[in-house]
């Protein structure tokens, strides 16, 4: 690395292969320590700006340092996360899944630094490739296929964004990782946006998202919930800033994932959908492009990684200590669960964007860009959305977790609880971080990539935003009966994935099966049958035609050579002295008629 800058991804990487050969005591000390000191890393690389940790590879040179506002504010935000997730996790005794999420977060860590699509690629994957054991140790009964579909699905994403960098450097004939043309987008610029769109879980590439996080362990999901999708953000705000079609997208996704999460039971599931939503309105941040847009996009995106984390955090508590994560399985846990149900309720306002809470401070600036550039039907929509957000989260999980109708076991009341140390100190923290960041947005304000004025703490704010949660939650006490959880299966665009997949399964066991079988068949019986015909003619043509002549040939030769023989004694010297009379005979005879 060039000198100063430390790349915080080798910290974890290193501190990740050693933690097997730390035991005993040391292991809980060693577990804080190392992201502490990725954190310290990335702190320190703040004060510096422009490209470092540069390599030549053959023609290439990779940067695997690219220091700027943008990546300084994610890289912070990650860095962070990595602490307060394994601070959340202390209690976890398998060091491979504490190896799984460093190298999870180191993959995130080095896409944001990175300033090459070489090495984006590399950490990209990586990420994909760790982060999926954080959903087959928690070990349930369809963790694993869950997990297996989650690493096809985000394969299939790294081969589209591979063609993609590939086209681009056929075209362009560089690899920097920088701002693409998205007003002639080529078809490079769409499978490059598709790939990061995939791990952004934009509609309908969603549907990997709810089903993976909610089976993911306890403390896999914190680590889950903040690390792939924002990182998808940051590239998207990175390589595809402006980008008219995000706009409509992100809109899509924000009112998609509300309606899922209205309707959902698993408490986990639903704020994996609340994650589809939220991300939504970064990725319409991102597709107006404008400073203020962008500036909301990752504000937001800060702002939800602590919430989301602090949400997860207060449930994976409740999968902890219960081990359920149904509404039609909990209820009524308030007074066994008393400092659990505080922290959640405090990420429920952030994600509502409560006044003084985190989201009420970088929502509003995304809401806001839309209309400043005349994109008032997705402002709208997007002001819609959020009204449903509180819905969801800020009442329905609450209520019907903490209080609403007790549907928990005896088995399950006797369990619950609130947690160790380790993961009170953790949500204290993330509670800490959404109020600070509601209440006096100032220091983040100041690390987002444009300096722009933004003050979210107005009358016109404040009042705008009690009318919104105000009826919300009078939408919410009258039609209560129908948001009420039931214990069902609700169809997705999924649904038409897996349909396809039995269609074309059918298609291969069936007709093209059954084409084959037919052509084998067919050619069993014609050309098979001609063909061992024409070799039986062969056969007889090679015995009776071509050996008959050549077996003919070497006996009459035999023959000749039995009639010679009787010219022979079998002794050589009585056969010379024939010889040689006949030829003294011969002579004479001849020098007789020469003298006469």
Partial sequence: MTPGFIHPSLLLIGGALLLPFVQGPLRKPYLFLVPLLALSAVVLNTTLSGNHGLVQFMDWQLVFGRVDKLSSVFALIMSLMAVIGTLYGLQVDRAGEHMAAWFYAAGSLGTIYCGDYLSLFFFWEMMAFASVFLIWFRRGPQSLQVGYRYLLVHTIGGILLLAGIMLRYQTEGNISFNLMDVGHPQLYTWLIMIGFGLNAAMVPMHSWLPEAYSEASFNGAVFLCAFTTKTAVYTLARACAGMEILVVLGVIMALYGVIYAVMENDIRKLLAWSIVSQVGYMIAGIGIGTDMAINGAVAHAVAHILYKSLLFMGTGTVLYMTGKTKFTELGGLYARMPATFFFTMIGCLSISAAPFFAAYASKSMIITAGFEHHLNWASWLLMFGATGTFMYNGLKLPYFLFFGKNNCSAETMERAGDPPWNMMIAMTLGATLCMLVGTAPG????????????????????????????????????????????????????????????????????????????????????????????????????????????????????????????????????????????AAILLITFLSFQLL
């Avoid at 009358?459 to 006490?477: I, R, V």
């Avoid at 037919?518 to 009776?544: K, N, Q």
């Fill in 443 to 582: 220091f983040l304000y100041a690390l987002l990539p444009h300096p722009v004025e933004y003050n979210p703490h107005t009358l016109y704010h404040f009042m705008e935003t009690l009318q919104l949660l105000g009826f919300a939650a009078l939408a919410f006490f009258l039609l209560k009966r129908f948001v009420e959880p039931v214990d069902r299966i609700c169809l997705d665009i999924d649904w038409v994935y897996r349909k396809a997949a039995c269609g074309f399964m059918w298609l291969v066991k069936k007709p093209l099966q059954g084409m084959d079988t037919a052509w084998g068949e067919a050619y069993r019986v014609v050309g098979l049958g001609s063909l061992m015909s024409l070799s039986r003619f062969w056969s007889w043509f090679d015995w009776h035609a071509i050996d008959g002549v050549v077996d003919g040939i070497a006996r009459s030769v035999r023959g000749l050579g039995s009639k010679v023989r009787l010219l022979q004694s079998g002794q050589i010297q009585v056969s010379l002295y024939y010889a040689f009379s006949l």
